[in-house]
């Protein structure tokens, strides 16, 4: 895979808003309606969340985002590799890209939930590799037998 480019991004490209169609439509469709946390793009355009896409040449990768829990207290949001794009290392470059960006702008802490059924099992893995540990519900989250939380130091 080759280096990534990523670019802080208004969700208003037709790519960028089907690859977080695609994923919504795959949360739903994996997960109980009532443990599904993704966020759409009005939800990714709201002040506490930078919101970024992953592109090689003009070939759209994947997105991440950041949301701002408290002042030292951040969230992964929207981690997606687009499905041509995965197994490449695409997932790590977003990963260590979001990481960086967490420590640049002060966090101490980034927190996710993920989901718990097999299609989740290589996300779980990735975070697991890269020092995430499960941890208890955070934010607005509350216990679900759906949701996997994970956190580590930035």
Request: charge should be negative; include cysteine.
């Amino acid at each position: 895979m080759t280096l990534l480019r990523f670019a802080l991004d208004p969700a208003s490209d037709p790519r960028v808003l089907a690859l977080l169609q695609a994923h919504l439509d795959d949360m739903y469709r994996i997960s109980p309606p009532e443990s599904v946390h993704a966020l759409d793009v009005e939800q990714l355009r709201q002040p506490d969340i930078r919101f970024w896409t992953a592109w090689s040449g003009e070939a759209l990768v994947g997105s991440c985002a950041l949301k701002q829990l408290d002042s030292d207290h951040l969230e992964l949001k929207s981690m997606r590799v687009d499905a041509a794009h995965r197994g490449t290392g695409a997932a790590q470059q977003l990963l260590d890209f979001v990481l960086v960006q967490a420590q640049q702008g002060g966090g101490q802490r980034i927190s996710l939930e993920t989901g718990t059924e097999d299609f989740f099992a290589p996300a779980r893995r990735l975070y697991a590799r890269n020092g995430f540990l499960p941890c208890e519900p955070f934010g607005s989250y509350q216990p679900d037998p759906n949701s996997c939380f994970m956190s580590r130091a930035v």
